[in-house]
């Protein structure tokens, strides 16, 4: 079965901060990973925790973080060579034909994901030899004269 999980930037760091201790496997980098919600024009990460006591199950934490739209990315549901879970919008590094390594940001379009410069689907690609260098979100430095192609 496909998992599906998001990542987003939180609208409000103050609580990031505060959740971060709470959440730990579902904050990071200054993301929060889980599943979207969206209502009435808003967006955000539902991250579910389940309360243990010898090993029955009491009660779920359940917290709504409000993130910031242009920030969601989609699980691809695939690792980089690293065993990196890569996302939408990250920025990847991947061989080139005749040798080398080129960047490229991974994106959703058309029901399905792809790296830009390529015509292969995501997948035929094989992420294994791909790196997870950063995200556009973070480090838009490393776009630097990138083209899109």
């Known amino acids: 079965m496909r998992e599906f999980v998001f990542r987003g930037k939180p609208k409000n760091k103050k609580d990031y901060e505060l959740y971060e201790g709470i959440h730990k496997d579902n904050c990071k980098n200054g993301f929060i990973y889980g599943s979207l919600v969206i209502g009435r024009g808003q967006y955000y990460i539902c991250v579910n ?55 490229s940001v991974v994106y959703f379009k058309n029901g399905k994901f792809a790296v830009d410069g390529s015509n292969y689907s995501f997948k035929d690609i094989c992420p294994k030899n791909m790196e997870v260098i950063g995200n556009i979100h973070d480090n838009p430095e490393l776009l630097k004269g990138f083209k899109e192609v």
């Open 49 to 103: 925790v389940p309360l243990l006591e010898n090993t029955y199950e009491l009660f779920s934490n359940v917290t709504l973080f409000e993130i910031i739209p242009e920030t969601v990315g989609e699980y691809t549901t695939l690792t980089d060579k690293n065993d990196r879970m890569i996302f939408e919008g990250d920025i990847v590094t991947m061989p080139k034909y005749g040798g080398g390594r080129h960047k």
